[in-house]
């Protein structure tokens, strides 16, 4: 079965860091490009960033560009979000999701997600 | 920024009504346009891409019109486990999500 499994949410004090995992099964994760999209409760759905399949390419929303990084370990079928100098506005469930075929600029249809990961910033 | 427009955010609809989405961007995005489903609670699923391609096991009464800059998602007849909030979502560069259509029962 394919499945994204993510872990590393949590409480934190604003300006505070986290690290987010997306552990993939089922399938080639070294052959899909993945993303990280939240959900601020209550709220829409919005993409935060995108990894290209070998990790050389990596696309940031502008919400998030500098504070947070997106990288792969493809030996360990796993997705990372490193997120610092995080504010209250970053609370949201993280999803990370497997983009359906190549990449156009960072972006791709998403055709798996994983359950998602609570990230609370409050002091 | 190239910025995604839905409407209605919510409709009140009856089982086995035809419901209309629409979805409009701010820039002309050729094809590149996908539409989500997120009942609640749940996570969000892919139902169509490249504006009009249905996903594989999507029911065939969804479907996707559209090009440039307006699209629209469309229930053939409405079933109660349809009801869930419609996401559009440009992909042409880094993505962009509409802001939400809710789909209730009358």
């Known amino acids: 079965e394919v499945q994204l499994l993510e872990s590393g949410g949590g409480l934190v004090q604003p300006g505070g860091s986290l690290r987010l995992s997306c552990a993939a099964s089922?399938?080639?994760?070294?052959?899909?490009?993945i993303n990280w999209v939240r959900q601020a409760p209550g709220k829409g759905l919005e993409w935060v960033s995108a990894?290209?399949?070998?990790?050389?390419?990596?696309y940031y929303a502008d919400a998030v560009q500098g504070r947070f990084t997106i990288s792969r370990d493809n030996s360990k079928n796993t997705l990372y979000l490193q997120m610092t100098s995080l504010r209250a506005d970053d609370t949201a469930v993280y999803y990370c999701?497997?983009?359906?075929?190549?990449?156009?600029?960072?972006?791709?249809?998403?055709?798996?997600w994983g359950q998602g990961t609570t990230v609370t910033v409050s002091s | 920024d190239i910025q995604m427009t839905q409407s209605p955010s919510s409709l009140s609809v009856s089982v086995g009504d035809r419901v209309t989405i629409t979805c409009r961007a701010s820039q002309g995005i050729s094809n590149y346009l996908a539409w989500y489903q997120q009942k609640p609670g749940k996570v969000p699923k892919l139902l169509i891409y490249?504006?009009?391609t249905l996903q594989s096991g999507v029911p065939s009464r969804f479907s996707g019109s559209g090009s440039g800059t307006d699209f629209t998602l469309t229930i053939s007849s409405l079933q109660l486990e349809d009801v869930a909030t419609y996401y559009c979502?440009?992909?042409?560069?880094?993505?962009?999500f509409g802001q939400g259509t809710r789909l209730e029962i009358k």
């Open positions: 990894i290209s399949v070998s990790g050389g390419s990596t």
């Open positions: 490249a504006a009009s």
């Open positions: 089922g399938f080639t994760f070294s052959s899909y490009a």
């Open positions: 979502k440009r992909y042409n560069s880094g993505p962009t």
């Open positions: 999701a497997k983009a359906l075929f190549t990449m156009v600029r960072g972006g791709a249809p998403m055709d798996v």
